[in-house]
């Protein structure tokens, strides 16, 4: 059984980061125990509004597996889209697809995945604990385990991380598949389908977001490393000779995508693996690093992978996955570049990044501790809060309710009556929603014509307010939030 929700930071993670790089970004925070203090009120903070639930709590959860709740879907949903716009909507040489989970076993054979795709897993003989061997701490040079201490462990083994099910009626060795361990498998083997039907010319790119499943020995980290994970894809075909300067292109493509939804780029770190380090088929690879409260962990890799992938599947299937250039005459299985990344590890960077407290005077002179998501407006899942001044007087609440149905079109507006108008705001505050539209006796006219049908708008960063005419709001909230 998993331990509880507001645990699962600590959860036999005392050694999960030893050797990772602690970049000091968090100021006055950058210490290891208020780092992991941070990390907890994260966590108690995506439970409490609405993120991140564990997944089955009721029956006390399943490890490595997380279920989003309203405000958590609508951030996930921003991100997808607007990775999805950015490489194919607003590009003309990619194309996008959408994989079936489920392939046919000989797809996994050809990559190397049934074969290769393991990480090395030892026990604790003292705890019976089971964790990878890459990860475990050192003490006077020696590996010792997480979770009691001890150095009594067993040798490492290969443990394969496919999730194996079975198709069909029987449970043999002629129905055995697995849940895809990535998605970019499907667009290899659907490459030559796509290129006659989409008409492109290299360079071209298949796009895909998607599930995908890995049978993680320890998953950690609250959302980073689970077992059930969404990933965004691109596989980018080109000639050859285009490989490195379009590997750099893409690196370049990637890291201002980051910053367009709010990361800024001193928060990332390019981590060029050394050639002793990635796979043999790989001419160059980046890993793209977030500074996390509990290290500097991957968002994403940007990688090289020449023709290997093609040619593989050439080989197993027997069918052609060449690409005859018009210009050249000549034919040749094409290479591709992959930036791959994790749409929950992106998910959790961001709120990691949103999340602020700061201490703030009310009204009365009393200091209180604010809790907020400064996430980039694009990407917070509600847009604009809207409220009626005081929620017993009819005349305020329709005008917010027609506010509300004049803004809901274009965003995500959250309508809220209940309490005192500053608790509201720290409601949305603490939810990210970067503008509130207070409705007021100003709005009504009752002060002088001169203010009539405006309304107060309140910046979520900055708390400052302004008079707004309501016919402007849609003009000055869209291309913040787009």
């Given at each position: 059984?998993?331990?509880?929700?507001?645990?699962?930071?600590?959860?036999?993670?005392?050694?999960?980061?030893?050797?990772?790089?602690?970049?000091?970004?968090?100021?006055?925070?950058?210490?290891?125990?208020?780092?992991?203090?941070?990390?907890?009120?994260?966590?108690?903070?995506?439970?409490?509004?609405?993120?991140?639930?564990?997944?089955?709590?009721?029956?006390?959860?399943?490890?490595?597996?997380?279920?989003?709740?309203?405000?958590?879907?609508?951030?996930?949903?921003?991100?997808?889209?607007?990775?999805?716009?950015?490489?194919?909507?607003?590009?003309?040489?990619?194309?996008?697809?959408?994989?079936?989970?489920?392939?046919?076993?000989?797809?996994?054979?050809?990559?190397?995945?049934?074969?290769?795709?393991?990480?090395?897993?030892?026990?604790?003989?003292?705890?019976?604990?089971?964790?990878?061997?890459?990860?475990l701490p050192e003490k006077d040079g020696q590996k010792q385990c997480p979770?009691?201490?001890?150095?009594?462990?067993?040798?490492?083994?290969?443990?394969?991380?496919?999730?194996?099910?079975?198709?069909?009626?029987?449970?043999?060795?002629?129905?055995?598949?697995?849940?895809?361990?990535?998605?970019?498998?499907?667009?290899?083997?659907?490459?030559?389908?796509?290129?006659?039907?989409?008409?492109?010319?290299?360079?071209?790119?298949?796009?895909?977001?998607?599930?995908?499943?890995?049978?993680?020995?320890?998953?950690?980290?609250?959302?980073?490393?689970?077992?059930?994970?969404?990933?965004?894809?691109?596989?980018?075909?080109?000639?050859?000779?285009?490989?490195?300067?379009?590997?750099?292109?893409?690196?370049?493509?990637?890291?201002?995508?980051?910053?367009?939804?709010?990361?800024?780029?001193?928060?990332?770190?390019?981590?060029?693996?050394?050639?002793?380090?990635?796979?043999?088929?790989?001419?160059?690879?980046?890993?793209?690093?977030?500074?996390?409260?509990?290290?500097?962990?991957?968002?994403?890799?940007?990688?090289?992978?020449?023709?290997?992938?093609?040619?593989?599947?050439?080989?197993?299937?027997?069918?052609?996955?060449?690409?005859?250039?018009?210009?050249?005459?000549?034919?040749?299985?094409?290479?591709?570049?992959?930036?791959?990344?994790?749409?929950?590890?992106?998910?959790?960077?961001?709120?990691?990044?949103?999340?602020?407290?700061?201490?703030?005077?009310?009204?009365?002179?009393?200091?209180?501790?604010?809790?907020?998501?400064?996430?980039?407006?694009?990407?917070?899942?509600?847009?604009?809060?809207?409220?009626?001044?005081?929620?017993?007087?009819?005349?305020?609440?329709?005008?917010?309710?027609?506010?509300?149905?004049?803004?809901?079109?274009?965003?995500?507006?959250?309508?809220?009556?209940?309490?005192?108008?500053?608790?509201?705001?720290?409601?949305?505050?603490?939810?990210?929603?970067?503008?509130?539209?207070?409705?007021?006796?100003?709005?009504?006219?009752?002060?002088?014509?001169?203010?009539?049908?405006?309304?107060?708008?309140?910046?979520?960063?900055?708390?400052?307010?302004?008079?707004?005419?309501?016919?402007?709001?849609?003009?000055?909230?869209?291309?913040?939030?787009?």
């Amino acid at each position: 059984m998993p331990p509880p929700f507001h645990s699962v930071f600590r959860a036999k993670n005392a050694g999960a980061c030893v050797g990772k790089r602690i970049a000091e970004s968090y100021g006055p925070m950058s210490e290891a125990m208020t780092r992991g203090q941070r990390m907890e009120r994260i966590v108690s903070l995506c439970k409490r509004r609405g993120f991140i639930f564990q997944s089955s709590e009721i029956y006390g959860g399943l490890n490595g597996c997380w279920d989003y709740g309203p405000l958590g879907t609508e951030l996930k949903r921003n991100l997808k889209d607007y990775w999805w716009r950015r490489m194919t909507r607003e590009r003309d040489d990619v194309v996008g697809m959408d994989g079936s989970i489920l392939m046919n076993r000989q797809v996994w054979r050809a990559s190397g995945h049934e074969e290769t795709f393991s990480d090395p897993m030892v026990d604790c003989r003292v705890c019976k604990g089971r964790f990878r061997a890459d990860q475990l701490p050192e003490k006077d040079g020696q590996k010792q385990c997480p979770s009691c201490g001890s150095r009594d462990m067993t040798e490492p083994r290969a443990f394969n991380l496919m999730f194996k099910t079975y198709v069909g009626a029987t449970e043999d060795e002629s129905a055995v598949t697995y849940l895809r361990p990535e998605t970019a498998q499907a667009i290899f083997v659907q490459f030559k389908n796509v290129l006659e039907v989409s008409r492109k010319k290299l360079p071209f790119g298949i796009a895909q977001v998607g599930k995908a499943f890995r049978n993680e020995i320890n998953p950690r980290n609250f959302t980073f490393r689970s077992r059930e994970f969404e990933q965004m894809e691109l596989e980018y075909f080109c000639k050859p000779e285009q490989g490195p300067g379009l590997l750099d292109y893409w690196l370049e493509e990637r890291l201002k995508f980051y910053e367009a939804i709010g990361i800024p780029r001193e928060k990332l770190h390019v981590h060029e693996i050394a050639a002793a380090d990635r796979a043999f088929y790989s001419k160059g690879t980046f890993d793209i690093e977030f500074d996390f409260p509990f290290g500097v962990q991957e968002l994403e890799g940007v990688a090289y992978r020449t023709d290997y992938d093609l040619a593989q599947h050439q080989k197993f299937s027997g069918k052609p996955m060449d690409y005859f250039d018009e210009e050249t005459k000549q034919r040749f299985v094409p290479h591709v570049i992959e930036p791959s990344a994790g749409v929950d590890r992106t998910v959790l960077a961001l709120i990691c990044n949103a999340y602020d407290e700061e201490t703030v005077t009310d009204d009365k002179g009393k200091a209180e501790t604010r809790t907020v998501l400064r996430f980039h407006p694009r990407m917070a899942p509600i847009k604009c809060g809207v409220f009626p001044l005081l929620k017993n007087n009819e005349l305020l609440v329709a005008k917010a309710r027609e506010i509300t149905a004049l803004l809901k079109p274009h965003m995500l507006v959250f309508y809220d009556e209940t309490g005192a108008i500053g608790r509201r705001y720290r409601r949305q505050d603490e939810a990210g929603t970067p503008f509130g539209v207070t409705v007021d006796f100003d709005t009504l006219g009752e002060r002088g014509p001169e203010l009539h049908n405006t309304v107060t708008l309140r910046h979520r960063d900055s708390m400052k307010q302004e008079r707004v005419p309501i016919s402007e709001l849609p003009g000055r909230l869209l291309p913040e939030v787009l």
